[in-house]
């Protein structure tokens, strides 16, 4: 029975984030009309603003800050150095950026007080009265949990919506890029009262894959946008909570916090001891006042090798031994008119690959992320666009976009770390001189 359970609520992560190792080196699937060959972009001017977030007293930087443009759906988030890239329509230059961090306060800046690059901005921890808290607080954690995902159709956008969103897929043997993916994709997102699935169009994608790095070993992410897309837990509970996997947990309160000078309950839960399956620990910040999750940060147990390997391996060469050593995953929502909405999720995934007659093993290092860049009302009619891409999906090679500093135009797009700048600069170089 147990098992059941395990399949019923994994099986997003069999269907649409599995990980294929192929021996020998292979030409990575190109799905059906991925590219659009005549994408007309907005001639609209903008201006590029760029900056750091960081604490204001240890100077550390904030990694996934929410950056927003006032009055209207643009945003973006911090890279892991903190770092930020935002693009604004000029008849847009006169509003004003909300820059927020969980447990810190909200700031407001005029795009005016900005210049185009090394924009310094300062966050201050905020100060959490705990006897506010304790005003509204449900009897235990559990039933605030199941409460925040039975009035999903209340407190998050109910109606269909257009996302434009950015996506990045990184893989890494030990501390060395080996490929890298990136894409600006249209969601069609459907209500979260609604059990419709959404749908993904690709609008733009670049990537490269230095197979002379992985040596014999390639590896292919099945899923792509949609991996990162499902981790939406409210709109997919059943990947994570369900009334059959709901008994395999414990769930307590932690120290409240803040987001948005908003007081946010923290509740922690994980597996109870006597379960021996994968299932997730980790922590739900769920709003004090409307019970909705604003943000959750969570792993998969991996202690448990064979069956955690079972989830994420569809292929592998019979003389190799794969499995996991970390499944992370976070996920943040975002609130436009009283009403929260998919904002950015991410996704990271290690592995240890040892062959059989080999001294030593290699770790690789899978990392996805997507950041909601835009997003208006849908307005179409249309619930699944053509040729939009199916769960299955792996981006196809496409490295000519890595040699076009202006590649993606208008676009938002998530900042590139130094490694990331790096491994590009390389692609560029090799694709000059294959051109040359």
């Known amino acids: 029975m147990k098992n059941e359970i395990l399949n019923k609520t994994m099986r997003f992560f069999i269907s649409s984030l599995a990980l294929i190792l192929l021996f020998g080196y292979i ?21 590029e603003f760029k900056g750091i977030v960081f604490d204001s007293k240890t100077k550390e930087p904030l990694i996934f800050a929410d950056i927003t443009v006032n009055s209207t759906n643009i945003r973006t988030v911090t890279n892991k150095e903190g770092k930020f890239l935002l693009k604004v329509t000029n008849n847009l230059l006169d509003k004003m950026i909300t820059v927020s961090f969980l447990g810190y306060e909200t ?38 949990v199941r409460m925040t995902l039975n009035t999903k159709g209340e407190n998050y956008y109910n109606e269909a919506a257009i996302m434009t969103a950015f996506y990045r897929e990184t893989i890494k043997k030990r501390k060395k890029n080996a490929s890298l993916s990136e894409a600006v994709v249209e969601i069609y997102k459907q209500p979260y009262a609604s059990n419709k699935n959404d749908a993904i169009k690709l609008i733009k994608s670049r990537k490269n894959t230095n197979y002379s790095r992985l040596d014999t070993l390639a590896l292919k992410l099945q899923g792509g946008p949609f991996s990162t897309l499902y981790a939406d837990i409210v709109k997919y509970p059943k990947y ?6 709901f008994p395999y947990y414990e769930f307590s309160f932690e120290p409240s916090t803040q987001i948005n000078n908003r007081q946010v309950y923290v509740v922690k839960f994980k597996q109870l001891p006597n379960v021996v399956s994968p299932f997730y620990y980790g922590k739900l910040f769920i709003d004090s006042e409307t019970f909705a999750l604003t943000s959750a940060v969570y792993n998969l147990n991996v202690e448990n090798r064979e069956q955690a390997s079972k989830l994420f391996l569809r292929k592998k060469p019979r003389k ?36 059989k007659n080999k001294l030593f093993s290699s770790n ?6 997507m950041a909601i860049t835009d997003w208006e009302k849908n307005t179409t009619g249309k619930i699944k666009p053509k040729n939009s891409l199916k769960p299955t ?33 390389k692609i560029a170089k090799q694709l000059k001189r294959v051109q040359s």
């Open 27 to 47: 030409n990575v699937a190109h799905a059906t009309n991925l590219l659009q060959d005549n994408i007309l972009q907005d001639t609209q001017s903008y201006t």
């Open 107 to 144: 700031r407001k800046i005029s795009l005016s007080d900005l210049n185009n690059k090394n924009n310094k901005i300062a966050l201050n921890v905020s100060i959490t009265e705990l006897s506010q808290v304790k005003i509204n607080i449900p009897k235990d954690a559990e039933t605030l």
């Open 240 to 245: 994570i909570f369900t009334e059959d996997t």
């Open 320 to 355: 190799v031994t794969v499995y996991p050593t970390q499944a992370a995953y976070r996920v943040d929502y975002k609130t436009t008119n009283g009403k929260w909405y998919y904002g950015y999720s991410n996704i990271q995934l290690a592995f240890k690959v040892k062959w």
């Open 364 to 369: 690789y290092t899978l990392n996805i992320e």
């Open 393 to 425: 999906v792996i981006l196809s090679d496409e490295a000519s976009g890595f040699s076009d500093p202006e590649f993606w135009g208008k676009y938002n797009i998530i900042e590139p770390e130094k490694s990331i700048e790096s491994a590009i600069r």
